[in-house]
């Protein structure tokens, strides 16, 4: 006899097969053994289904056997009432936690020992092959075909599970294409770009990149072998006078000691730096504006002076040069013009000045810059009521040496101006100095350019400062 372990079941798994019936004869000792084999095969079976029930449930495999018995023998006793037991057992399988496969074994074992007719304290009458024929064909074949049911309801599930997983991944492959079609969009004609530069990372670290302060060099224009001409980075541009970089300087200059004076002076310096074009042409304009000096004692009666000194803006053209070449540089040429504005004629010389400037400044190595500026004034007009002060004719001339280390550290000769002074005998004034600086961010993103510097006189005149230290502050303002 073959053990019923699962639900799904055919005729031939739970029809007995005990030679003597299938002979057609029965006697007291084949129907006590049909008797204990169909019990066991039914609590098997009620065993396996209702171990397969939510937790929860109360009705154990034996009370599930005894209560298809009970329900048979009350279907062929009389009609007399259901005990007390017997409806808290029909309670409980009526429990809405009983799935559908319990109740059909509920029904199935109903169906069973119904149809072998008899109950479990009596002897079995004998039943013939066309009465189990009739059985198998009555149940057997409907037991098929629900379980073919279930099985077919559980496929299509499955399927339809399927089924929207496999829509949601294809939704997720479209929305992944849609990306990638849109970012190859907008990358491919960067990437165009990119494949004309040669980038150079060489000096770069991540504060570089966080600024946007990487360096890269055009493909040369004349063939293998040909330099590059380099593209700024922020450091670079920061220390290039000719580059078109919006500034805001604000430096501060200690006169440690002045020649022909006593104690000390200070200036304060606000010096803009604008970029601008004119019908194409690229122009930048450098104005100081020294907003505060305090001079040393200049002796009786004069004694100490403080006020506002006098406006110069320096504004160039200005043009590439040598692109590639050992001169590659910035070639700039403009007009250079003082405007009298000092507020005590010990600040300033009380005259309307101009002349030319020339600019040249060479980019041909990374991260070194040499080169110079020059310009010469002369006074044409005076301020009202100062008619009678002095002339000027002075020439102005401040040599430029700088060179960048790693992480936008530089070192630079001295920004104070050399001159020489044609109406007063020539004099010369020749500061030499050196200037420390870094490029850094401040007030959260914005870039800025801090250094300090220390200069001394050379020449020995008898007038002007001897000696200085210079501190600055630059706002930097690149262009997206």
């Known amino acids: 006899m073959k053990v019923i372990t699962d639900s799904t079941m055919s005729d031939q798994r739970y029809m007995c097969e005990m030679p003597a019936i299938q002979a057609g004869k029965s006697t007291m000792h084949d129907a006590e053994e049909l008797l204990w084999v169909l019990y066991d095969e039914l609590r098997a079976l009620a065993n396996s289904l209702v171990a397969r029930e939510k937790p929860g449930q109360t009705i154990q495999p034996t009370e599930l056997v005894h209560e298809a018995y009970t329900q048979h023998s009350l279907s062929i006793s009389t009609s007399e009432p259901l005990s007390h037991q017997t409806r808290l057992v029909h309670s409980e399988l009526k429990d809405p936690r009983m799935n559908r496969q319990t109740m059909q074994c509920y029904l199935m074992m109903l169906v069973v020992i119904g149809g072998i007719g008899f109950p479990l ?44 997983r496999l829509h949601r991944e294809q939704q997720l492959q479209s929305a992944i294409r849609d990306i990638v079609e849109q970012d190859e969009a907008e990358y491919l004609p960067v990437q165009a770009e990119l494949d ?43 220390t290039n006078p000719a580059a078109p970089l919006i500034q805001l300087q604000f430096q501060n200059t200690f006169n440690g000691k002045t020649i022909g004076a006593d104690g000390v002076g200070n200036t304060f310096v606000v010096q803009p730096v604008i970029p601008f074009k004119l019908a194409g042409q690229q122009f930048l304009s450098r104005i100081t504006l020294p907003l505060l000096i305090a001079t040393a004692d200049l002796g009786d009666p004069i004694g100490r002076e403080y006020g506002m ?135 959260g993103n914005q870039p800025a350019k801090m250094f300090v510097e220390t200069f001394y006189d050379v020449s020995g005149n008898n007038t002007g400062t001897e000696w200085g230290i210079k501190i600055g502050l630059t706002l930097l303002f690149p262009s997206s």
Request: aromatic share 12%.
């Open 121 to 164: 304290h009596a002897a079995p009458p004998e039943i013939s092959e066309a009465e189990l024929d009739a059985f198998r064909a009555q149940y057997g074949e409907r037991m098929i075909r629900l379980n073919e049911v279930d099985r077919l309801r559980d496929e299509n599930m499955q399927a339809q599970r399927q089924n929207k």
């Open 196 to 238: 004309d530069l040669k980038l150079d990372f060489s000096a770069v670290d991540i504060s570089d990149i966080s600024l946007g302060m990487w360096s890269s060099q055009d493909k040369p224009a004349g063939g293998a072998g040909a330099p590059a001409a380099s593209k700024a980075s922020l450091a670079e541009q920061a």
């Open 309 to 443: 000194g006098d406006l110069t803006a320096i504004t160039f053209a200005t043009f590439a040069v040598d692109k590639g070449g050992p001169w590659q540089g910035t070639f700039g040429a403009g007009p250079a013009i003082t405007i009298p504005t000092a507020t005590s004629d010990f600040l300033g010389n009380g005259k309307w000045q101009a002349g030319p400037n020339l600019l040249y400044i060479n980019t041909a190595t990374k991260g070194f810059q040499w080169g110079a500026l020059v310009y010469q004034q002369w006074s044409f007009a005076s301020t009202g009521g100062d008619d009678d002060r002095p002339d000027v004719s002075k020439f102005y001339f401040q040599p430029i040496l700088t060179y960048h280390f790693d992480k936008n550290w530089y070192v630079k000769s001295s920004s104070v101006l050399m001159s020489i002074d044609w109406e007063d005998n020539s004099r010369w004034s020749i500061p030499i100095g050196v200037q420390l600086g870094t490029i850094t961010k401040i007030f």
